[in-house]
């Protein structure tokens, strides 16, 4: 257990439905990521939050996707109107960066969503 | 090229045998280096970091990075078969958020 918590962690969704995903990062982390893992990839980069900004998304992250962290603390991950090609893991990954803002400093993940869209 | 290639394999190694595991990368991704281990429908799991050229060794594990040659490695000494699992490698990018790009993964099985 890394101490990141994702909810829930399996949703089964009809097609055209709309899903959120809970995320609630290491306490005193203020980096937060996304990822989205289909069967036999690797996870892949959606959007990463500094504190409650958003700072950079991903193109996979197309406008039915949106993403917030209001206060800093926990994010959502909302997705509208879902289709087949939704369905994956969704990741959700927290870090806290050393001082002077190593590139070394680790991502750690939670147990994932995995999302089923029928 | 991809950002980050590993052989996909599976790659099978007898109990006690070295399981040798790597990586190439591509200039977008020239920063720091992981590699997480991930059990089948879990969630992947740090196991070791890198960013200097050499060797870094943590208990069993090996992992060494060649900037130069663009390439990165995992050395799993005296295999287990609970090391079982793909093992993804993955590469820092972006001068701020430092996001992951990873491989799609090398799945090992250690034959008992």
């Known amino acids: 257990d890394t101490g990141v918590s994702q909810d829930p962690r399996h949703k089964i969704t009809k097609r055209g439905q709309n899903v959120t995903f809970r995320c609630d990062p290491i306490s005193e982390h203020n980096r937060l990521y996304w990822y989205r893992q289909t069967l036999g990839q690797g996870p892949e980069f959606l959007t990463y939050?500094?504190?409650?900004?958003?700072?950079?998304k991903s193109r996979l992250l197309s406008d039915r996707f949106s993403a917030e962290r209001p206060k800093g603390s926990f994010s959502t991950l909302e997705i509208q109107r879902t289709e087949q090609g939704d369905s994956a893991m969704y990741l959700c990954a927290s870090r806290l960066p050393l001082p002077g803002g190593s590139p070394a400093d680790t991502q750690y993940f939670g147990p994932g969503t995995r999302l089923t869209v029928l | 090229q991809k950002e980050v290639e590993q052989n996909s394999g599976p790659l099978s190694v007898p109990e006690g045998a070295i399981a040798s595991l790597n990586c190439t990368y591509s200039?977008?991704?020239?920063?720091?280096f992981f590699w997480y281990r991930q059990y089948s429908g879990k969630s992947p799991e740090l196991i070791m970091s890198i960013y200097s050229n050499g060797d870094k060794e943590d208990g069993r594990f090996t992992a060494q990075l060649n900037k130069a040659s663009q390439y990165v490695s995992l050395l799993i000494r005296d295999s287990q078969p609970s090391d079982s699992a793909t093992y993804l490698c993955a590469g820092g990018q972006g001068a701020g958020s430092y996001q992951l790009t990873f491989g799609k993964g090398t799945k090992l099985s250690v034959i008992p």
């Open positions: 200039d977008r991704v020239s920063q720091s």
């Open positions: 939050f500094q504190n409650e900004a958003q700072l950079e």
